[in-house]
């Protein structure tokens, strides 16, 4: 039975790429070696079944460096990210962590198709009545299919539904966010 | 009787009494069984409250119509409120009317530093150590009791009835009105049964010889001073090793319900008072006394600032609890961090089981992923060369969703089902007809399926990339399958699902296999615009995989 748990969309995010990808050879610039992306990520639809009808419950800004060996890649993200929940307290704040892992991602249909999974540490930015500033976790960022599309040199990426979940503070009862996020980034190759 | 009924009280009455649990899908209906049995007085509970008046509130009076209880088949509204308002109660000092699968309220309720946090829990306070942080603990829990019996002895009169939040399956936290002074009641109850669940009692059960810690262990910092962990064994209502105390809890619930009705009634609280005070010497009634002491010998050495006679007269971790038969059962089954990430002292940092773990997960995800690439990879063929591709296509979909990441929720919202598409295709564009069964599981009251929803919608896509990618949007309806605590089965209202990219595989002439990675899908079967109800409404990121035959 499929299901959007975690894992089964890990082994899916790797799974994706190669029946898809066997067909059709990258081109420039969807094949670069070497590439930078500047990313922003934000999430819609996370609070549409709440009280709040705010669109922005998580907001990110991240960078994402990779080497591809054809269709395969590897990298490092550092992602600072912006979340609201519950506090200590009760009242609803926002909460803030960085994020610096490796990521892995494939490519299919020529490049235009890319799926990718990243994981590494998160730190807690501010602190709150029950976590102290510094604590650090970890998160994961699945991005089972995201669309690529090529605009001179620039190379736009759109994720259109990813799942992140970020656990900044491990200890005790962890703090644990979860978010469903739409991802917009400009890779820059050569 | 309803399936998802509000507090699981016909599967929690029709079994043997438990502990000190609430229930859910992972834990027992310990607080609820026993309050359950102990509220013999509650006849006079509800008459005490003579004037109350059920509100004319739809979403009362459909929990009114739901809940059963033991020996209640005839009772009255009234007294069904009351009861529910008393279970309400019970189970707010463990959710506040959150899901118990709320990590974020958890961590708020249970991992509270403030003493009086832990104090509702008959739990030390994290700077209560030692010996004297066992008695601060035991007064502490003492002072918590008589708190919320004094609160709600003021409020008897005249019938107070206010909002209080629960948490309904499927329908996440709402507030539901309660009696007042009978929540209030419930909240003393959960502290008094939760004494015998988180405090070590002497053979007889007649004092407490050392209480629990919670808050320090489940931080992974429990110093040799902060008393044992929490233990899961001695929550455990079923087990035959603890029954004495589970006993003992019952009597006293019954005993303290007696002893409220009798202060508020009767303007008379003698019995209060003996209650919450040892038992003299020669009392022969045992359970109208003494429901919460600190071992007294101790009591008095402690106060006596004399060394020989504390070490002499107390019971610690190092005298095996002066041979309390519930030691051996505390130290069973201790609370530790959730995931195994502690702050002990002297320890590896606390990131190292995570980065692990992530690396098993890693290596788990390359193992399986590369599997069920494997399998796709040999299922491809290559894309068919028809001039022109098949207009008709016919799906049939299985679908899975497991997390939901709304603000103050439960982080768990599973759910599956299945379905059938049919298209008609035009150009690159796709129109056709979706139709799915979507199964709810309940897991705040204990585990359960629900029939969930029949979907059925008109859905448009358009297929990119040589039709290996596709974009679609769903509308249509949404209707109740089963009666849910709040709405009749038959309920009609909206169904939308985006699927923002799908990927086709190729693996005959007219066969593919499609998956959809995530979905946004906005189930909303009752639909109530004034608000008296709550209405129904999910919103799932399912999974979905199928195969799609085209034809024509």
Redesign the interface.
């Given at each position: 039975?499929?299901?959007?748990?975690?894992?089964?969309?890990?082994?899916?995010?790797?799974?994706?790429?190669?029946?898809?990808g066997?067909?059709a050879e990258l081109e420039p610039p969807y094949a670069a070696a070497w590439s930078v992306a500047p990313d922003f990520a934000f999430?819609p639809?996370?609070?549409?079944?709440?009280d709040?009808p705010g669109l922005m419950?998580g907001l990110a800004l991240g960078l994402h460096g990779t080497h591809r060996w054809a269709r395969w890649g590897l990298g490092l993200a550092l992602e600072g990210t912006l979340w609201?929940?519950?506090d200590?307290?009760?009242e609803?704040d926002w909460f803030g962590a960085l994020h610096a892992g490796v990521e892995g991602e494939v490519l299919s249909?020529?490049g235009?198709?890319r799926s990718r999974?990243g994981?590494?540490?998160a730190v807690l930015l501010e602190g709150t009545a029950?976590d102290e500033a510094g604590e650090?976790?970890?998160y994961?960022d699945l991005r089972?299919?995201?669309?690529r599309w090529a605009l001179g040199d620039v190379v736009i990426g759109l994720d259109?539904?990813?799942?992140f979940a970020t656990?900044p503070d491990?200890?005790?009862?962890?703090?644990?966010?979860?978010?469903?996020r739409v991802c917009v980034s400009a890779e820059f190759g050569r | 009787m309803r399936p998802a009924l509000a507090f699981a009280l016909t599967a929690l009455f029709g079994t043997p009494a438990g502990a000190y649990s609430l229930q859910t899908a992972v834990s027992e209906s310990c607080h609820e069984r026993i309050t359950a049995r102990s509220l013999g007085p509650l006849s006079a509970l509800v008459d005490i409250d003579a004037h109350i008046e059920i509100p004319d509130d739809p979403l009362l009076r459909r929990l009114l119509a739901t809940l059963q209880f033991p020996g209640t088949a005839e009772a009255d509204d009234a007294t069904r409120f009351v009861m529910m308002s008393i279970i309400v109660g019970v189970r707010s000092p463990d959710t506040e009317g959150h899901s118990t699968f709320d990590l974020g309220a958890l961590r708020r309720l249970h991992a509270d530093p403030a003493p009086r946090g832990q104090y509702a829990h008959a739990l030390r306070g994290p700077d209560d150590d030692g010996l004297p942080g066992d008695l601060a603990a035991v007064d502490g829990t003492l002072a918590a009791i008589v708190e919320e019996v004094r609160l709600g002895a003021e409020l008897s009169a005249g019938g107070v009835i206010v909002r209080k939040p629960a948490y309904l399956d499927h329908y996440g936290r709402v507030e539901v009105p309660v009696v007042l002074f009978a929540w209030h009641v419930g909240r003393a109850i959960h502290a008094l049964q939760d004494a015998h669940a988180h405090m070590i009692w002497d053979a007889d059960v007649e004092h407490v010889v050392g209480v629990l810690n919670y808050v320090d262990a489940v931080e992974g910092r429990l110093g040799p001073d902060d008393g044992l962990a929490h233990s899961n064994a001695l929550d455990d209502c079923d087990r035959d090793d603890v029954a004495p105390m589970v006993e003992a809890a019952t009597r006293r619930t019954t005993a303290l319900v007696g002893a409220i009705v009798q202060a508020v009634q009767a303007r008379d609280d003698t019995a209060l008072r003996r209650g919450l005070a040892p038992c003299a010497d020669d009392a022969t009634e045992r359970d109208a006394c003494g429901w919460l002491v600190y071992n007294p010998p101790c009591r008095a050495a402690l106060g006596g600032d004399d060394p020989a006679a504390v070490e002499a007269l107390c019971c610690t971790d190092a005298n095996d609890f002066c041979g309390s038969p519930f030691a051996g059962i505390a130290r069973e089954e201790p609370v530790g961090p959730y995931l195994g990430c502690g702050a002990a002292p002297g320890g590896a940092p606390a990131g190292w089981p995570v980065a692990l773990g992530l690396a098993a997960l890693f290596a788990l995800a390359r193992r399986r992923g590369l599997a069920l690439a494997v399998g796709l990879a040999a299922l491809a063929a290559p894309r068919p060369a028809a001039a022109e591709p098949p207009r008709l296509a016919v799906a049939i979909e299985g679908h899975g969703a497991a997390l939901d990441d709304r603000v103050d929720s439960a982080i768990l919202a599973p759910a599956f089902g299945y379905g059938v598409r049919a298209a008609w295709r035009v150009g690159r564009w796709r129109f056709g007809l979706h139709v799915d069964r979507d199964h709810w599981l309940s897991v705040e009251y204990g585990a359960r399926v629900d029939a969930g929803v029949l979907d059925v919608a008109l859905f448009g896509e358009a297929l990119f990339f040589d039709d290996y990618v596709r974009v679609g949007l769903a509308l249509g309806t949404s209707t109740l399958m089963f009666d849910s605590d709040l709405h009749d089965r038959g309920e009609t209202g909206v169904f939308s699902e985006l699927r923002p990219l799908g990927l086709r595989f190729p693996i005959h002439d007219a066969l593919w296999v499609v998956l959809d990675p995530l979905t946004a899908a906005v189930v909303m079967p009752a639909i109530e615009p004034d608000d008296r109800l709550p209405s129904l409404r999910k919103v799932q990121r399912r999974t979905v995989l199928g195969i799609e035959g085209c034809f024509l």
């Open positions: 039975m499929p299901t959007s748990s975690p894992t089964a969309l890990v082994a899916l995010t790797v799974a994706i790429g190669l029946p898809l066997a067909r999430s639809y996370s609070e549409s079944n709440g709040d419950r609201r929940s519950v200590g307290a009760g609803e249909a020529g235009r198709i999974l994981g590494g540490l029950l650090v976790g970890f994961i089972p299919a995201g669309v259109p539904l990813t799942l656990v491990a200890g005790g009862i962890p703090l644990v966010d979860v978010q469903y | -």
